[in-house]
């Protein structure tokens, strides 16, 4: 039988009850909403009453089992520890099959094994040995009378043995790695008090994105019935509250408090205000939208305001304003800057960081520079977002910086940037080639805050070199764009941020807006570098999307490398993206070994197995990354003058340049062969790097800009020059 038929033969079985019209008034409603399918879905688990046998795993929506019998295929074993790390808190009035199944999907999908589950039965009518006959190591705590939402949740707590209690509703799916996220929220947050999961409704649609606090005490479920795919619900941040469906406690500070405060027996209110006790003792509250948990809305206390427990909904409100009169004053008028209420951040300073792609540091040096700065800004207490111009969203990369709480959004959204960019204090604009319409959308739109402009480097100066080796005039016509691209802003920019002291001091002489210099990377120097004679082999590293690391590897393959092929050294080429003319050189040299994107784990196993880091670069422009990143692992570079170029080269410095064949070839046999020379530029390098580019620099170079007054500019001039820019 299909699924369809399925659906339509339960229907057909529940419409033979003699409440028929009711349910089938029901079922149509449910299909206007929602549409036929999800729509019989949704009406099937509301009735589970009238559910018999036929248990479909795959589907959160199928009839479970019969209380009147007992499945053997259905029966599971939950972990058992005799002190677990974390308690998950069912409270229960009846409805146990949909207990059972939400304890099914913790034990299929948590993405952590120690745990205990207890399930609050509050005097239940039905048989709770149906629990316990399908799940063994269940706690069950079984109250002799009915004690309501509220204190049956206190109740069952005092008998959690785990450091974090969590209370989930039985009307609940968790999904794959639900525990394991909310966990992981505690153990890098040591001011977490609580966390809250993404809740959605069975249709697939947001229930909530954490709570929001008005000044009169009324209370938005953000998100409530929008798409849970958008990236304004999907980043690590501080709410109001959570909600109680899926709410996980550190036990100390649920002890400390003293539970949900029974002023609102029966239920409701006491989520939220738990969350603003814990606020108040210097905790915070999270919401953490890779927990994610399906929330079958009503089902427990259905969903009309003015009968049953529902009506405690609003009466509670009530009493919730009159407790936290003085700290809702300072909370904003219901419904305005949602921007800022949503995650807590009116007190902070907001930057928006734009690039062309979501940055991917262990794929490009680029890459690595902007996820430097928003970690940067991050550490100096600013809510950051970033804009991605590419519309994919790059794993893991995009839910690393999520995880960090910065909010990501993608391709074409300058209705975001219009919308909201009153709230953002900086602007931080990457690279000319997209972000010309973005200066001219925040100037025209006359923005009042700071924008900062990152070039990367000069790159009409590498397509100035291309066409210089190349006799291409495509080159020279390209460059002449790029460079009146890149001159218009630094010229629109309040601040702009350059790498290379070189390139620094040559636009110094025409661009009359400030500029400063920040190192493009921090790294922790090595302090266990392998020794010389434990080390054998050279290596390039390097991203291949990037035209010059093809020249230079072509160059040395076919120019320099065959002399040392010949004296028994091993190459190694490493990085993302490499071309197929690079593999066809493993004919010529039978020493060369080629790794595709190689992991951080094992490019730090390389450069601790290889003597020398080569940089044959003959076209580039600004700080080059590969340098820099061998320097701090200890290992000495060999390289072309163009490797070296744009860092600080103060007296002492001890590297140069060779940008022949010959020369190259000899200052690598010279420090693969001369232990002494190699400890001299080994020590070099990790002291070098440990003095110009530290976390400390970058860090006062952001606030030096962001601490400035501003002189407001104009808006942008469509004129002259900027009309021919090609954008």
């Known amino acids: ?86 308690s998950i808190v069912i409270p229960t009035y009846n409805q146990l099959e949909h207990v059972y199944y939400c304890v099914r999907s913790i034990l299929e999908g948590s993405g952590y094994t120690d745990y205990e ?18 799940i063994q190591n269940l706690v069950v705590v079984t109250n002799e009378q009915n004690l309501g939402f509220l204190r049956n949740c206190n109740n069952a707590a005092r008998v959690a043995k785990g450091e974090y209690v969590i209370f989930l509703n039985n009307d609940t799916v968790t999904k794959r790695d639900w525990l394991y996220e909310m966990l992981r929220v505690f153990m890098e947050n040591k001011t977490a008090g609580v966390v809250g999961s993404k809740l959605i409704y069975a249709d697939g649609r947001m229930q909530e994105a954490g709570g929001i606090l008005w000044q009169d005490g009324s209370a938005w479920n953000y998100g409530n019935l929008d798409s849970p795919e958008k990236p304004e619900y999907n980043y690590l941040k501080e709410v109001d509250y959570v909600s109680g469906a899926s709410m996980m406690i550190r036990k100390d500070l649920w002890d400390e408090i003293g539970g949900f405060d029974e002023r609102y027996i029966p239920a409701y209110n006491e ?184 070039g990367h480097d000069l790159g009409y100066l590498r397509l100035e070199q291309e066409h210089l080796l190349n006799r291409n005039v495509e080159y020279d016509y390209q460059s002449k764009i790029a460079k009146a691209q890149e001159d218009f802003m630094y010229e629109q920019a309040d601040h702009s941020l350059m790498i290379s002291y070189e390139e620094m001091e040559y636009l110094s002489t025409y661009v009359s807006q400030p500029l400063h210099y920040i190192p493009p990377y921090f790294f922790e120097v090595a302090t266990n570098i392998a020794p010389f004679e434990n080390r054998n082999g050279i290596m390039f590293i390097g991203g291949f999307n990037h035209t010059p690391n ?22 190694t080429i490493a990085g993302s993206n490499v071309p197929t003319f690079i593999f066809e050189y493993k004919k010529r040299y039978k020493l060369l070994q080629i790794v595709s994107d190689i992991s951080v784990e094992n490019l730090d196993e390389l450069y601790q197995q290889v003597r020398i880091a080569i940089v044959p670069l003959r076209i580039g422009a600004g700080v080059k990354g590969k340098v820099i990143e061998a320097m701090s692992k200890g290992v000495p570079v060999a390289g072309t003058f163009l490797a070296f170029e744009g860092i600080p080269k103060e007296e002492g410095f001890l590297y140069r340049g060779q940008n022949t064949s010959d020369g190259l070839c000899d200052e690598i046999l010279r420090l693969y062969s001369d232990a002494t020379y190699w400890n001299q530029l080994s020590a070099f390098g990790a002291g070098y790097v440990a003095h110009h580019f530290n976390r400390h620099i970058m860090k006062n170079t952001f606030k030096k800009i962001l601490s400035q007054p501003l002189k407001r500019k104009a808006a942008v001039p469509l004129m002259g020059a900027v009309e021919n820019l090609d954008v």
Not at 76 to 83: E, K
Not at 350 to 364: A, G, Q, S, Y
Not at 367 to 381: G, V
Request: charged content about 25%.
């Open 117 to 134: 589950v207890i399930i609050a039965n509050d005097n239940s009518t039905q048989r709770i040995e149906f629990l316990t006959d399908h």
């Open 550 to 571: 093809q020249d230079a590897m072509r160059w040395f393959l076919n120019e320099v490398y065959e002399p040392l092929h010949n004296k028994g050294i091993a190459l």
């Open 271 to 454: 989520d939220s205000d738990f969350c603003q006790e814990v606020w108040k003792r210097g905790y915070k509250v999270y919401y953490q939208p890779f927990s994610v948990v399906v929330h079958y809305e009503g089902i427990s206390h259905g969903r009309d305001l003015n009968k049953g427990i529902k009506k405690y909904q609003q009466v509670n409100q009530q009493k919730f304003a009159e407790k936290w009169k003085a700290e809702l004053s300072r909370k904003y008028e219901k419904g305005t800057n949602v921007f800022l209420a949503r995650d807590r951040s009116g007190a902070y300073q907001h930057v928006l960081v734009i690039d062309h792609e979501i940055p991917m540091p262990d794929n490009n040096a680029g890459a690595r520079t902007i996820s430097n700065f928003i970690d940067t800004l991050l550490s100096l207490n600013y809510k950051v977002a970033f804009w991605s111009a590419n519309p994919h969203a790059r794993q893991p990369y995009t839910q690393q910086l999520q995880e960090k709480g910065v909010e990501v959004i993608f391709g074409d959204r300058t209705d975001y940037l219009k919308a909201n960019m009153h709230y953002f204090d900086a602007v931080l604009l990457s690279r000319s080639s997209i972000c010309i319409p973005h200066m001219m959308t925040l100037r025209n739109n006359k923005y009042a805050g700071c924008v900062i402009y990152y």
């Open 1 to 86: 039988m299909g699924k369809s038929d399925k659906y339509i033969h339960y229907v057909k079985i529940i419409s033979a009850s003699p409440e028929k019209r009711v349910l089938i008034k029901d079922l149509l409603r449910e299909i206007r909403k929602k549409g036929l399918i999800t729509g019989i879905q949704s009406f099937l688990h509301q009735r589970i009453e009238y559910f018999f046998p036929g248990y479909d795993k795959s589907s959160p929506y199928e009839p479970i089992l019969s209380l009147n019998e007992v499945h053997e295929h259905l029966k599971i074993t939950l972990p058992y520890a005799p002190v677990p790390k974390v």
